[in-house]
């Protein structure tokens, strides 16, 4: 069985920073690539970050770039998010997702978690 | 970047068929999916490449895809289908994975 388990949320204080952590297990973690999605109290679906299988491809949204780094460590079946400057539009339940790799949907998802962005 | 709309809500009869639109200009060059996502879970895949279900997803949800408008129908709605839809596609233009706004569909 596929799990995603996302680890890392809480309440950090605005220009602070968090690192996000995802345990994948049931699928060759590095054979596929990974996303995260985020999702703001009572808003819809927000992209976040890609990377690729070995770690060396990135992308980002515009509304995280140069703020947030995607990694993975494939020994470890972990993903990983740093997230700097934090502001209070990031707040939101923080996704990770496999991607499958022909038509680029997500096809796995963890149960999220919580970043609270506040003083 | 590239923008997918949907509507906010949309609301239908118990037994009734449900659509719900994703639009944009030539969306028809883009592989298309779907998720459905209810209160305080995680979403699931509903349809991938525009009108395939993943295994264990009823027949009841069904896809298409015009030249601008990708259109996900429920047929014979339970309530248990209230929850929200949300459209997707990769821009592989712009490398950027981008969703709609989603529809919260309503069974009266």
């Known amino acids: 069985e596929v799990q995603l388990v996302e680890s890392g949320g809480g309440l950090v204080q605005p220009g602070g920073s968090l690192r996000l952590s995802c345990a994948a297990s049931?699928?060759?973690?590095?054979?596929?690539?990974m996303s995260w999605v985020r999702q703001a109290p009572g808003k819809g679906l927000e992209w976040v970050s890609y990377?690729?299988?070995?770690?060396?491809?990135?992308y980002y949204a515009d509304s995280v770039k140069g703020r947030f780094t995607v990694s993975r460590d494939n020994a470890k079946n972990s993903l990983y998010l740093q997230m700097n400057s934090l502001r209070a539009e990031d707040t939101a339940v923080y996704y990770c997702?496999?991607?499958?790799?022909?038509?680029?949907?997500?096809?796995?998802w963890g149960q999220g978690t919580l970043v609270t962005v506040s003083s | 970047s590239y923008v997918l709309t949907q509507p906010p809500s949309v609301s239908v009869a118990p037994g009734q068929t449900a659509s719900i639109t994703c639009g944009e200009d030539n969306i028809g060059s883009y592989s298309v999916h779907w998720y459905q996502q209810k209160p305080g879970q995680a979403p699931v895949l509903l349809v991938y490449d525009d009108s395939d279900r993943p295994s264990g997803i009823p027949e009841r949800f069904s896809a298409s895809k015009s030249v601008n408008t990708a259109t996900l129908t429920i047929s014979r709605v339970e309530a248990g289908d209230e929850a929200d839809y949300y459209c997707?596609?990769?821009?592989?233009?712009?490398?950027?994975?981008?969703f709609g706004g989603g529809t919260k569909l309503t069974v009266l």
């Open positions: 049931g699928f060759t973690f590095s054979s596929s690539e």
């Open positions: 990377i690729g299988r070995s770690g060396s491809t990135f």
């Open positions: 997707q596609v990769w821009d592989a233009t712009s490398d950027l994975q981008v």
């Open positions: 997702a496999s991607i499958n790799g022909t038509y680029y949907f997500f096809d796995f």
